[in-house]
């Protein structure tokens, strides 16, 4: 298959001599200092980013601010929500570019980013332009008890300058799914996307400078997390609110800083996600599903699961069979539309992940497939590729089973009944997401509100209607994104009460 070698960004505004640049005041800043992008296919570095120290964040804050006050402020609904559609448009426009930056900074499989990544940008401005030009007003027509009348009604406003804190695995649909939403509020916004993934938040640079967004309502600021520019965007002082996706820790971290300003925020990070396999289930669609839901993105999707619950009768079955999937997983270059095994974003990320195959045997897993790193003879070898891999024989108190790998890794688990079920999948610190494999609808209603995650796919997997609430409980979040919560997270309330 063709190897894919991208000539990157090449000619766009986004880049100067091959450097991915900031974005600020409505243009690309001179680069000063600079970070390599290694890929994470062949281990080479393919691109140089611009680091953002204090000055730069100083700078995106305060432009920011000052177009809170311009012709921003002046925007109706109406105006945002053709504003949005523009970008989409351009999004669209930009397609094979930002499918190219997407497969270049994470090696992901050019299909994934053609039919995931890629088309979600548009969706999700589209979205919240429905969304906030049909947002009505709340109001009430008010008597109380000692006679007298009133009309009671809440207006929106923007929150003010948001902080963007996006990961790696999936670098636009995670953006989007921010800034559209803060823009259709009428906020600004500065991204800090991460130092791993830093071409397609440049394109989208681009497309709303094409998109003529006004300047200063969406900055772009690249660099790292703790200690560099991201940690300097959300300790600011001059930042209103906070939208973070990423790991549980950070999140912590972040909500200290946060802490000092009461800043609201609103955290999407870390899972360990079970599926519930019954005896009862369509067994095709519970193995291709749970295939799916383990082995996208490499396991690199917050969703993706890790803890497959298989009840005794069918466990033999449903094991041989997904291990035979997990062998048959197919090895490629990105640009190859079959390949379905991917790298793993960094060489230190496939430590980690690695560092987990091993614990598993020393806690006495037995590994059905896979564990550890293929061969290939030829340039991936200096990638970060790592073998699909199924576990099982431990219990529920494993680490390997308590603790989020992030990798194309499961552990199987044999349960009796429905209660032992949803008892295993509830022992966990984090509640993000689980799916549910059943042919009886009663059982599917029964087990799925009894789950402990924001979200449960019945008989599906990563199924998205972007008006539902999304996020996690315990440790996999803070809030919920998704129709009208985002509304609620990015705007405040003003409830005016009239007399009559
Ligand atoms: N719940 C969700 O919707 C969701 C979605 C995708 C990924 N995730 C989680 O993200 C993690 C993988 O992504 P990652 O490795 O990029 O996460 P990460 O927490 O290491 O980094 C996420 C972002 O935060 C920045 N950052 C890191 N430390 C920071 C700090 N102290 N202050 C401010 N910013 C900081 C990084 O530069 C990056 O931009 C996994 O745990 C995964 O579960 C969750
Ligand atoms: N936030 C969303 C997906 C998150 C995936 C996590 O890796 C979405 O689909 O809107």
């Known amino acids: 298959a063709a190897r894919w070698s991208p000539e990157l960004m ?54 920011a601010r000052r177009a809170l006050h311009g012709p921003w402020a002046r925007t109706s609904p109406d105006d945002r929500a053709a504003l949005l559609r523009r970008i989409a448009d351009e999004l669209e426009r930009r397609h ?30 589209r979205a919240f332009a429905d969304l906030i030009a049909g947002a009505p007003l709340e109001a009430f027509q008010t008597t109380t008890a000692d006679g007298r009348r009133a009309l009671n009604y809440a207006v929106r406003r923007p929150v003010g300058v948001v902080a ?68 300097l965007l959300t300790s600011h002082a001059g930042i209103d609110a906070i939208t973070f996706t990423g790991e549980s820790g950070t999140g912590s971290a972040i909500m ?19 599926a519930l396999v019954f005896a009862d289930a369509d067994l095709d669609a519970a193995v291709a599903g ?18 497959v619950l298989v009840q005794r009768a069918v466990f033999a079955e449903f094991r041989d069979r997904l291990t035979d999937q997990a062998r048959q997983q197919r090895y490629g ?34 590994v059905l497939a896979g564990g ?19 576990l099982a024989g431990l219990g529920s108190d494993a680490r390997v089973n308590r603790e989020e790998i992030f990798g194309p890794v499961c552990h199987l688990q044999p349960f009796d009944d429905e209660d032992e079920a949803v008892q295993t999948a509830n022992e966990s610190d984090y509640g993000l997401a689980a ?36 996020g996690g409980m315990k440790a996999s979040g803070i809030g919920r994104e998704g129709g009208r919560h985002s509304l609620d997270f990015y705007s405040e309330l003003t409830n005016v009460c009239v007399e009559l």
């Open 10 to 63: 090449a000619g766009q505004p986004g880049t100067e001599r091959g450097v991915l640049r900031h974005y600020v005041g409505g243009r690309f800043l001179p680069v000063d200092a600079t970070f390599p992008k290694i890929s994470p296919v062949t281990g080479r570095m393919i691109l140089e980013v611009a680091e953002g120290d204090e000055e730069t964040v100083d700078t995106a804050v305060s432009v």
């Open 96 to 125: 094979e570019d930002l499918v190219a930056a997407e497969v270049a900074d994470t090696g992901k499989s050019v299909s994934q980013a053609r039919t995931l990544d890629v088309p979600r940008g548009a969706a999700n401005f």
């Open 164 to 231: 963007v804190v996006v990961p790696w695995n999936l670098p636009l649909l995670l953006t989007t799914w921010k800034v559209a939403p803060a823009l259709a509020c009428g906020n600004t916004v500065i991204v800090k996307p991460s130092e791993e993934t830093p071409s397609s938040a440049t394109v989208l640079a681009e497309v709303m400078d094409r998109a003529s967004v006004p300047e200063g309502v969406f900055n772009l600021v690249h660099g790292h997390g703790p200690g560099a520019a991201g940690e």
């Open 256 to 274: 200290r800083s946060a802490a000092a300003g009461l800043k609201a925020v609103s955290f999407e990070l870390g899972g360990k996600n079970a």
């Open 290 to 307: 749970t295939t799916r839901s383990v082995f996208t993105n490499g396991g690199q999707v917050c969703l993706c699961t890790e803890r």
């Open 333 to 366: 270059w990105p640009a190859d539309p079959h390949t379905q095994v991917i790298p793993m974003i960094s060489h230190g990320h496939r430590d980690k992940v690695l560092s987990y195959y091993h614990l598993a045997t020393q806690e006495g897993a037995t």
């Open 372 to 390: 550890g790193v293929p061969t290939f003879g030829d340039d991936r070898d200096g990638g970060a590729y790592i073998q699909p891999t199924v």
């Open 435 to 470: 799916t549910v494999w059943t042919s009886d609808v009663h059982r599917a209603h029964r087990v799925a509100p009894r789950l402990e995650a924001g979200l449960v796919w019945v008989n599906s997997w990563f199924l998205r209607d972007l008006r539902s609430p999304f």
